[in-house]
């Protein structure tokens, strides 16, 4: 089966859960905000239903800050506007230079660029905006993030993940936005010798290579290429940038589909999408015409969505990696709703709360005839997270969506005790997107502006 599609969702029918999950969001985000110091490190996920760090990267401090911000969007409260702008400008600035991580999208375009995009909009109180500072912080972070580059043969190349110059991850489709914001703003990096490097010439060949090696689209590259799956981490000889293998390091393997990162693929191709639509054609490199750009990412947005619609249960809730060995211990499992308090195998919300703004990106950008099914089925996926058992109703916990993993391989979610497998436990990202897809559509409920960057 797939995900079970209701054509009686609309944008305007989830105003009533939105109302209750901006309630709950205010309590949880103060809650946080009251008790975390900032020695502590970053907050990242629950244990117990309390944040808690892990030291891996600094990634999720944007999330942090991004979710107050949101939550202003959503509710007009001034408290929290403030609270994003103070955490913005007290400890977001050593983000924006961070040359040790690809993750500049989920940092500085959840701060910064949250705040810019507000500024823009008008939405802003006057004596608040400083939109100058914005904007400086959003150029330099793109190009920092344009910096981290690995060529490979033929002329190609990447944004290389924190793990080092041999890997391309497909997260950074979500985390591209940085690039593509910067390059909107009329940035270029500055290299050696004075060389001008355009912007948008690295994130397009940054698309190329993460459709071309991450993206499996069927035509037969390897005995496990079905079309739509993703590979987490594709890995490159750095010596003469040839390809070497699929890999993960989150998921179970290369060979399997993590569905986080299918997830960040659904809502990164139809975001950049959005992007490439908005830029005029003569600002596209020589070898990459924007129609054939345009084409590319179209058929990688619609074969990731297809596979996640056709790999994930009834609710749209999908479990953590579709090729998890313990699957095959729940039988039909995706003929029923996710069971996120099985022995076998965890679900993540996290991801199903990406994939839902990309699939409803997916749905506006197709139109109505073509992207219905994408639409809905983002509706749903919503209507399902926007509800218990994933909308966690305990003020006491301090994570809102649950049931959100962080890294199964390595073992560093909560189990409880009398569980096999973790559960009832969030993720800054999971919370922060569940956010902002409720600001998506309440924003489309009340015939607001599309919620967008570019």
């Given at each position: 089966?797939?995900i079970?599609?209701?054509p009686e ?9 939105i ?9 949880k985000?103060q809650?946080?905000q009251s ?34 911000l ?14 994003g ?5 007290d ?15 989920f ?15 008008g ?19 793109g ?24 890997s ?7 985390s ?5 914001l910067?390059?909107?703003l ?23 290579a ?16 079905v ?5 987490h ?24 589909t ?22 005029p ?31 994930t249960?009834?609710c ?8 998890a ?9 995706l ?25 409803l ?23 399902t997270?926007?509800s ?23 073992g560093?979610?909560?189990i ?12 800054m ?23 967008r960057?570019?």
């Amino acid at each position: 089966m797939a995900i079970l599609i209701n054509p009686e969702i609309s944008p305007q029918s989830l105003i009533p859960k939105i109302r209750q999950l901006w309630k709950l969001s205010g309590v949880k985000i103060q809650r946080l905000q009251s008790r975390w110091k900032p020695g502590d490190g970053t907050p990242v996920f629950t244990k117990q239903g309390i944040y808690t760090t892990r030291g891996w990267t600094e990634w999720t401090q944007g999330f942090q800050f991004g979710s107050a911000l949101i939550q202003y969007e959503g509710t007009g409260q001034d408290e929290f506007l403030l609270m994003g702008l103070r955490g913005t400008r007290d400890r977001m600035a050593t983000h924006v230079s961070d040359i040790g991580v690809h993750d500049h999208g989920f940092n500085n375009v959840s701060t910064y660029g949250n705040l810019w995009r507000m500024g823009c909009e008008g939405t802003l109180p006057l004596e608040l905006i400083n939109r100058e500072a914005w904007e400086l912080a959003l150029k330099v972070s793109g190009a920092i993030q344009a910096a981290r580059w690995t060529r490979t043969a033929g002329g190609g190349g990447f944004i290389h993940s924190f793990n080092g110059p041999h890997s391309l991850f497909i997260d950074t489709l979500r985390s591209l936005r940085s690039l593509a914001l910067a390059h909107q703003l009329g940035h270029v990096l500055m290299s050696e010798g004075g060389e001008q490097v355009s912007l948008l010439d690295r994130l397009v060949l940054h698309l190329e290579a993460t459709i071309k090696f991450n993206v499996f689209l069927g035509a037969g590259r390897d005995a496990y290429d079905v079309c739509g799956r993703v590979a987490h981490e594709a890995i490159f000889n750095t010596k003469d940038g040839q390809f070497r293998c699929a890999n993960s390091q989150q998921g179970f393997s290369g060979l399997t589909t993590w569905t986080r990162g299918l997830a960040w693929a659904i809502c990164g191709f139809a975001e950049q999408w959005e992007f490439i639509q908005s830029r005029p054609s003569s600002q596209f490199p020589e070898g990459s015409p924007k129609a054939e750009v345009l084409k590319s990412v179209r058929n990688a947005a619609i074969a990731t969505a297809d596979f996640y619609l056709s790999q994930t249960p009834t609710c749209g809730v999908p479990y953590w990696d579709t090729g998890a060995p313990g699957l095959v211990r729940l039988g039909d499992y995706l003929d029923r709703p996710a069971d996120p308090f099985n022995e076998h195998e965890p679900v993540d919300s996290s991801a199903a709360a990406i994939a839902a703004q990309g699939l409803l990106r997916l749905g506006r950008l197709l139109g109505k005839s073509r992207g219905k099914v994408y639409w809905q089925a983002g509706l749903k996926v919503a209507e399902t997270l926007f509800s218990e058992p994933y909308l966690s109703t305990d003020e006491n916990h301090e994570g809102l969506l649950l049931h959100s993993v962080y890294h199964r391989p390595n073992g560093w979610d909560y189990i409880a005790p009398g569980q096999k497998v973790p559960n009832h436990e969030s993720s800054m990202w999971g919370d922060y997107h569940l956010r902002e897809l409720a600001l998506l559509i309440q924003r489309e409920a009340q015939g607001q502006p599309w919620l967008r960057f570019f």
